[in-house]
């Protein structure tokens, strides 16, 4: 089956510091993956979907500039925090669709639990 | 705006009996729905899902109902067991949104033996 790998799964940093966020499809090519982020006993928030070899598209509220997205490869994006305050400590989660339809299910990574001292 | 609400954040059931959990939505354009299971330190993994020009999909002890009219979704299953305890996850697509996949907060499932 898809698999998506997300790295690491959890990191602790100082308030100021910025944090890299990796999610790889491992066994399959994916042009779009999502980035979510998820708040203790609420959903899944889209955050923003991140386009191969273009610019991600950011959902409503969501600051492009202190979420950096790259996706420079078709196996591979990452998601960065920018100059991270104890706010920012949340879930994030990765994910991405192995069949270019549409509506077919997503493959989450296992997420990345942020925790900003 | 939550367009995707379940509204039980937990449910507990008995080893063997139904397990129905409930998803409203309230975006109409909605075209596709998924029911998707977690368990802690895990990602979401797809469980089922029902287009919106069916009112039914079933794979094995899992069925998923749906009701447009009332923009109301249920996921059945029977006979449950230990192993269905994890949180369920509706979620909600549709081809107008790009096909961004809306997440309900989840219900906590308790099987007990």
């Known amino acids: 089956g898809a698999v998506v790998s997300q790295h690491p799964s959890r990191v602790i940093c100082k308030s100021g510091t910025s944090v890299k966020i990796e999610c790889r499809s491992l066994?399959?090519?994916?042009?779009?993956m999502f980035w979510y982020r998820q708040f203790p006993k609420q959903s899944l928030m889209l955050m923003a979907t991140s386009n191969e070899g273009s610019k991600a598209t950011y959902e409503q509220g969501v600051e492009k500039d202190k979420f950096l997205i790259n996706h420079a490869s078709l196996t591979l994006s990452t998601l960065t925090v920018t100059s991270a305050h104890p706010e920012d400590s949340s879930f994030y989660i990765c994910?991405?669709?192995?069949?270019?339809?549409?509506?077919?299910?997503?493959?989450f990574g296992n997420g990345t639990r942020l925790t900003v001292t | 705006d939550q367009q995707v609400k379940q509204n039980s954040p937990s449910l507990s059931v008995q080893e063997g009996r139904i397990s129905i959990l409930n998803c409203d939505y309230t975006n109409s354009m909605f075209d596709y729905f998924l029911w998707y299971k977690k368990y802690p330190a895990e990602g979401p993994t797809f469980l089922i899902s029902?287009?919106?020009?069916?009112d039914k999909n079933e794979d094995g002890r899992f069925t998923v109902f749906l009701n447009k009219s009332a923009k109301h979704l249920s996921l059945h299953i029977v006979p449950s067991q230990p192993g269905d305890s994890a949180v369920y996850f509706c979620?909600?697509?549709?081809?107008?949104?790009?096909?961004?996949?809306?997440f309900g907060a989840g219900t906590r499932l308790f099987v007990k033996a």
């Open positions: 979620a909600a697509s549709g081809n107008t949104g790009g096909f961004k996949t809306i």
């Open positions: 994910s991405a669709r192995s069949s270019g339809q549409g509506n077919s299910p997503l493959h």
């Open positions: 029902i287009s919106s020009i069916k």
């Open positions: 066994d399959f090519q994916a042009t779009t």
